[in-house]
């Protein structure tokens, strides 16, 4: 059994990094962890499943390899570096950064086509109001209903004495 101060000074070696661990084995503020996929080539596979994971219509904090925001992170890097060697070259690619927002609308497309389905009664023990909440939830459906709008009538209205 290790002493606190031996935990406190124990470092260690994930994906060739250092990492240094408190005595409860938190991870101490400056670590790479999140960097874990070195190359560009990582990356974008690490992109491409993400891609998938969501257009089979599972949430993005569901992903296993990654958290959300380090891929779309890794996106965003990949994309500005695209630019700029697109700028030189000339030539056109599809950007992660638009993969990403393509598989968001093809998991909304998924999930819409599912209540559909269940609207028909092709899908057994379909329910509605399960379906209606993960809309709200995953898409925010029904977010703009709940703000006060303003309406102007145009017309006038003459009322019977």
């Given amino acids: 059994m290790k002493t606190k101060k031996a935990l406190k000074k124990q470092r260690i070696h994930r994906n060739s990094k250092k990492i240094t ?21 990582e990356k974008v596979k690490l992109i491409n499943l993400f891609c998938k994971h969501i257009s089979e219509g599972y949430s993005q904090e569901s992903f296993e390899y990654s958290d959300p925001n380090t891929v779309k992170g890794y996106a965003e890097k990949i994309t500005e570096e695209m630019k700029a060697e697109n700028a030189k070259t000339g030539k056109f690619t599809v950007f992660p950064t638009v993969l990403i927002h393509r598989a968001l609308r093809v998991s909304q497309k998924q999930w819409e086509h599912w209540g559909i389905q ?32 303003e309406m102007t009538i ?8």
């Fill in 21 to 41: 661990r408190d005595e409860r084995g938190r991870v101490l503020k400056g670590n790479t962890l999140a960097e874990k996929y070195e190359t560009t080539a």
């Fill in 118 to 149: 269940g609207m028909l009664n092709k899908i057994p023990f379909f329910n509605s109001q399960i379906w209606a909440l993960n809309m709200r939830n995953r898409f925010n459906w029904d977010k703009d209903d709940k703000s006060p709008k």
């Fill in 154 to 161: 145009d017309r006038v209205i003459k009322l019977p004495a």
